[in-house]
């Protein structure tokens, strides 16, 4: 039996495609740590969200939207 899972809000799948060397090297690495892929995706997005730049200091990146 597995344990229960307790998360602070609702959990919503999401689909992506991913070059398979990413795959593969996030597969490794999750394995390496004991940990899913999901856990560290999560741990990465998180991440990077926190540390993006606001929507007018990125628009080189997407254009002049």
């Known amino acids: 039996m597995s344990r229960p899972r307790v998360y602070e809000e609702d959990r919503v799948a999401a689909a992506f495609r991913l070059p398979r060397s990413l795959h593969d090297a996030l597969k490794l690495a ?3 740590r004991d940990v899913s892929a999901n856990f560290l995706v999560i741990r990465a997005l998180s991440d990077y969200l926190e540390r993006l730049s606001s ?3 990125a628009r080189w ?3 002049s939207r």
């Open 30 to 32: 999750a394995y390496e």
């Open 61 to 63: 990146m997407h254009g």
């Open 55 to 57: 929507p007018g200091e």
